[in-house]
């Protein structure tokens, strides 16, 4: 069993940065592999990273990359999503997902396991 929780969003203007955390309880946390998802408001939930258990594989949406970064510390059984350069359009819900399998589609929500309660991200224009 994993629990996560989810810290670090507010509200940042555009072009701000805002570093998200999620924290996980259970033994499994170092073997699985994470994930962050947003869910915009009125829409549905889409995939933003992914990192595997080790930390050695990265996995962005195309609407991030070079903005965003994933990142873990196992032994803190932390994620972490720095997100830079923000725009309006990633204001969303963003949730943390783990997933006790190596990822074979890191953006298929089915493949993860356990997900967090979420943390509101706002970015004002």
């Known amino acids: 069993q994993v629990q996560l929780v989810e810290s670090g969003g507010g509200l940042v203007q555009a072009g701000g940065s805002l570093r998200l955390s999620c924290t996980a309880s259970?033994?499994?946390?170092?073997?699985?592999?994470m994930g962050w998802f947003r869910q915009p408001p009125g829409k549905e939930r889409e995939f933003v990273a992914a990192?595997?258990?080790?930390?050695?594989?990265?996995y962005y949406a195309d609407s991030v990359k070079g903005r965003f970064t994933i990142s873990r510390d196992n032994a803190r059984n932390t994620v972490y999503l720095q997100m830079n350069s923000l725009k309006p359009e990633d204001t969303a819900v963003y949730y943390c997902?783990?997933?006790?399998?190596?990822?074979?589609?890191?953006?298929?929500?089915?493949?993860?396991?356990?997900w967090g309660q979420g943390t509101q991200v706002t970015v004002s224009s």
């Open positions: 997902a783990a997933s006790t399998y190596s990822l074979t589609t890191p953006s298929s929500q089915r493949e993860y396991d356990y």
């Open positions: 990192i595997n258990w080790r930390g050695s594989r990265t």
């Open positions: 259970g033994r499994t946390f170092s073997r699985s592999s």
